[in-house]
């Protein structure tokens, strides 16, 4: 292991349902994916670069914006295959390839194209500042949740007879999707992007959008 090593892997897969070619689709101008891969390399944290995919035309677009590509196998590119199977198996590629093996991973999905470097410059701080294991995106949340339940519907975080106002909302946070860092060690070890001792790193509300659907691309998510 390289200590200062950090690097970002994007995995982007060919088949996605429900936005068709959504990792290439224009968006503000670029291939969706760009917006990640340019993220990292400008990242003053991040030393490398590498991009997951099944897929020639991903991988080719990939390419010509400055990522590396580790082609991943179709079994690690289905509708099951996890996130982190991905980044084990890119991180197997690299060792296998040059003896690479970083002191940090950092991914980064390309559905969170409001992101900047700085973002992730910033939670790679979180954790070595507070000695974390890993961190993850996250952005305030003020919203009463409820679900159903068998006779009732019931509140999840807040009792109705003692209803807040907006301005005393206690801090609480949604993860965004956008950013998660992780020690090659735990990561390993525990097979998730998250473990041991888990950091925040809170992004505004405006860029913590995700592209889920069709009409996020023709929105502009804005």
């Not at 291939?31 to 997951?52: G, N």
């Not at 198996?89 to 470097?117: I, M, N, W």
């Not at 019931?154 to 860092?181: A, H, K, T």
Request: with cysteine.
């Amino acid at each position: 292991m390289t200590a200062g090593e950090i690097v970002a892997i994007i995995p982007a897969r060919g088949g996605s349902k429900r936005v068709p070619g959504k990792n290439l689709r224009d968006f503000r101008g670029l291939p969706l994916i760009a917006h990640s891969i340019q993220d990292a390399l400008l990242s003053k944290q991040v030393t490398r670069t590498v991009v997951s995919t099944d897929d020639d035309a991903i991988g080719s677009v990939s390419l010509k914006y400055g990522a590396e590509v580790v082609r991943r196998p179709p079994s690690l590119a289905s509708d099951t295959a996890t996130s982190e199977s991905a980044l084990l198996h890119a991180l197997d590629e690299l060792k296998a390839k040059d003896g690479y093996e970083p002191e940090l991973v950092v991914f980064l999905q390309c559905t969170s194209p409001g992101r900047d470097p700085e973002d992730i410059d910033g939670a790679v701080a979180v954790l070595r500042d507070s000695g974390a294991d890993s961190v993850l995106s996250v952005c305030r949340f003020d919203k009463y949740i409820w679900v159903r339940g068998e006779t009732s519907a019931e509140p999840l975080n807040y009792d109705y007879r003692r209803r807040w106002r907006d301005q005393d909302f206690p801090p609480q946070y949604m993860e965004n999707g956008s950013i998660y860092v992780s020690s090659l060690r735990v990561l390993q070890a525990e097979e998730n992007r998250l473990g041991g001792k888990i950091a925040l790193f809170e992004m505004p509300k405006e860029k913590s959008f995700q592209i889920d659907h069709e009409e996020d691309l023709m929105a502009g998510a804005v």
